[in-house]
């Protein structure tokens, strides 16, 4: 049941993707390189901010629990039973930064930004101008 669930998270963005008009697609396609990079540069200014990078990973966290049972042994009862459920957490570890590079890679995406901009607008625009379908 729980690795159904999980399916069943990892689908749902896809079925949503999938009821998404061409036009919206388009419109996302489009904006996906400037959204991209202005989170990149707000990472980055968060980093040198603290003076450090944050690695996040996502880990397993199993525990004990309680659920519902019907069958012990030969007879049917209906009971409380222990049970294993994984849960998932993120975890941030701080990493050491190069706050010199970091500087320079902020500023060159900063300079990239105007350009991306542009070209979503012109992406954009071209998006609208098609016929809904």
């Known amino acids: ?22 036009q919206e ?11 991209g990079l202005q989170t990149a540069i707000a990472i980055a200014e968060a ?7 944050l690695d996040r990973q996502v880990v ?9 049972g019907t069958g012990f042994g030969e007879r049917v009862r209906v009971g409380l039973n222990t049970c294993r459920e994984t849960r998932y957490r993120t975890v941030s570890t701080p990493v050491p930064l190069d706050i010199e590079a970091e500087q320079r ?8 930004l105007p350009t991306a901009i542009a070209e979503r607008d ?5 998006c609208l101008a098609q016929v809904p379908g």
């Open 25 to 35: 697609r388009c419109l996302d396609s489009a904006r996906a390189n400037v959204t």
């Open 122 to 126: 012109r992406a954009v625009a071209a």
């Open 1 to 22: 049941m729980t690795k159904l669930r999980h399916l069943g998270a990892l689908a749902a963005p896809l079925l949503l993707l999938a009821c998404a008009t061409p």
């Open 60 to 68: 397993p966290q199993s525990r004990l629990t309680f659920c519902t």
């Open 47 to 53: 980093n040198i901010a603290r003076g450090f990078a």
């Open 105 to 112: 890679k902020l500023e060159s995406m900063r300079e990239r």
